[in-house]
């Protein structure tokens, strides 16, 4: 009887070992999580049309936070399952990030264009609590670096604006959860780049070394400033036109080289154009003056009538 129990028992503990012909005995230490990024996204919907969309579309998202008095998150697709919530996107040489990356829409109602211009939705601070702990959570998870919790708009630039200047991303830098540019060294760059604003080469340059999927045109093209528009609704929200500026460049100078960088060199003053002097004409000699005639004793004069004036009756 006790050898039929301990045959039972062995089979037992080969039968956990072994789950669906698979035996799991051991475990690679070689291995880690397929996630790189974090995405996160505004919905341009309420909470009703957001659950349809997400749910009934082929647009998806791992996780839906609402927009309720106290917030509900959805978990809508299994980090271990890809979401289709990326598109067409790029960051740091990666592309199409729905394999590689955890999206999680917030719903808002996006912008609309008034007679004011256009107007972002703001976002309650409920949510933004909300939604710390969830990215805190999964970035511990995944090993996800700082640098790669991004917005849609930083992935997508071309095509997206998503969360927008409105979305709070300095309360995340406070968290520890993306990378911030130090506000001392950027007055101190600033210096640098109030005296001559860099031009397309190096603004496309730094773009691209912070990670956005920029083309090396060379000129300040309408890619490039839409770029530059994303990365200010990021870092700058107070101005998202899209001018590559002094403010502009020193934040992407700060966040592209170490702490301990010296700073950039100051750039030469530009000489003003020097236009060539041209030779004056010779003048002519002025002619002598003739002799008036003295009138014969007794002729009257008459003085000259002032113009557009009648005369004196």
Known sequence: MKSLAATL???????????????????????????????LHYTVADKPASIKILTEQQVSAHYLLTDDASPTIYGLVDETRSAYHAGNSSWKGYTQLNNSSIGIEIVNAGWKDTPQGRVYAPFPQTQIDALIPLVKDIVARHGILPENVVAHSDIAP??????????????????????WPDANRVA???????????????????????????????????????????????????????????????????????????????PPAPIPEMRPVQPTQPVDPVQPVQPVQPLPPGTPTTPPTPPNTPPVA
């Open 188 to 266: 101190a760059v600033r210096q640098v780049f109030d005296v001559q604003v860099p031009d397309a080469v190096w603004f496309q340059k730094k773009l691209a070394a912070h990670g956005y999927g920029v083309t090396q045109s060379g000129v300040f093209d309408q890619p490039t400033r839409t770029t530059i528009a994303a990365f200010q609704m990021k870092y700058r929200p107070a101005n998202i036109a899209g001018e590559p500026d002094a403010e502009t460049a020193a934040m992407l100078e700060v966040l592209t080289t170490p702490a301990n960088a010296p700073l950039p060199p100051v």
């Open 158 to 179: 071309l095509r997206k604006q998503d969360p927008g200047p409105m979305f709070p991303w300095y309360q995340l830098a406070q968290a520890g959860l993306i990378v």
């Open 9 to 39: 028992l062995i089979a037992l503990l080969a039968g956990c070992a072994t789950q669906g012909g698979i035996d799991k005995t051991y475990t690679a230490k070689g291995q880690g999580s397929r996630v790189r990024f974090l995405v």
